[in-house]
């Protein structure tokens, strides 16, 4: 039996793991030393903490995963967490709980190797640095890709942003408003 116990206990861990590693913010926040030179070793520790966390408590309400995992990234990390994706892990790491009170692997595994699927899936694209502007570059007109998120929706479109001839104006006019309330801004140089 106690066996059982830590096979469901091991399985559990590797869930907490799985669905912390596939979290976007805790690894952009790790990615770029959110949480200083030691950030791997916080998130590791992380997965550490809520695994204990909901062994020492065993009747968590969905709230109080959530407040105790936001607190962490926020103390750790420096980081609020406003994606939404907090509920989402919240509930992820809850339902793993709730299986493993259960002592029910095989719902574990599943659950891990889905959420390990989805992260092998999802990959990230970093933006380019910003150019400077020479003087070639004075007269040119620069289209970029712009995504905008506003409750959740992501849009994506091209706005053209052109460049005067006369160095001295660098005033920021606004131009449209689009929907959805989107204001396309264009700084003139």
Same mark, same amino acid.
């Given at each position: 039996?106690?066996?059982?116990?830590?096979?469901?206990?091991?399985?559990?861990?590797?869930?907490?793991?799985?669905?912390?590693?596939?979290?976007?913010?805790?690894?952009?926040?790790?990615?770029?030393?959110?949480?200083?030179?030691?950030?791997?070793?916080?998130?590791?520790?992380?997965?550490?903490?809520?695994?204990?966390?909901?062994?020492?408590?065993?009747?968590?309400?969905?709230?109080?995963?959530?407040?105790?995992?936001?607190?962490?990234?926020?103390?750790?990390?420096?980081?609020?967490?406003?994606?939404?994706?907090?509920?989402?892990?919240?509930?992820?790491?809850?339902?793993?709980?709730?299986?493993?009170?259960?002592?029910?692997?095989?719902?574990?595994?599943?659950?891990?190797?889905?959420?390990?699927?989805?992260?092998?899936?999802? =990959?990230?694209?970093?933006?380019?640095?910003?150019?400077?502007? /020479?003087? @070639?570059?004075?007269?040119?007109? #620069? %289209?970029?890709? +712009?995504?905008?998120?506003?409750?959740?929706?992501? =849009?994506?479109?091209?706005?053209?942003?052109?460049?005067?001839? /006369?160095? @001295?104006?660098?005033?920021?006019? #606004? %131009?449209?408003? +689009?929907?959805?309330?989107?204001?396309?801004?264009?700084?003139?140089?």
């Amino acid at each position: 039996m106690a066996g059982a116990a830590a096979d469901s206990r091991a399985l559990f861990r590797a869930g907490v793991r799985a669905a912390l590693e596939a979290w976007p913010a805790l690894q952009i926040a790790v990615e770029n030393g959110f949480g200083g030179v030691y950030s791997q070793e916080k998130a590791e520790w992380l997965g550490d903490a809520m695994e204990e966390y909901f062994v020492r408590n065993a009747d968590l309400e969905l709230d109080e995963v959530e407040d105790f995992l936001g607190e962490l990234m926020t103390n750790e990390f420096d980081t609020v967490v406003e994606d939404g994706s907090l509920p989402q892990v919240s509930q992820q790491l809850q339902t793993m709980f709730h299986h493993f009170q259960r002592d029910d692997g095989a719902a574990l595994r599943h659950m891990t190797s889905y959420i390990t699927q989805r992260k092998n899936r999802i =990959t990230a694209t970093a933006l380019p640095p910003a150019r400077e502007m /020479d003087e @070639d570059d004075a007269n040119s007109t #620069e %289209e970029m890709e +712009v995504t905008a998120t506003n409750d959740g929706a992501a =849009t994506d479109g091209v706005c053209s942003q052109t460049e005067s001839s /006369d160095p @001295d104006s660098k005033t920021v006019q #606004e %131009e449209d408003v +689009v929907e959805d309330g989107w204001t396309i801004v264009r700084r003139k140089k």
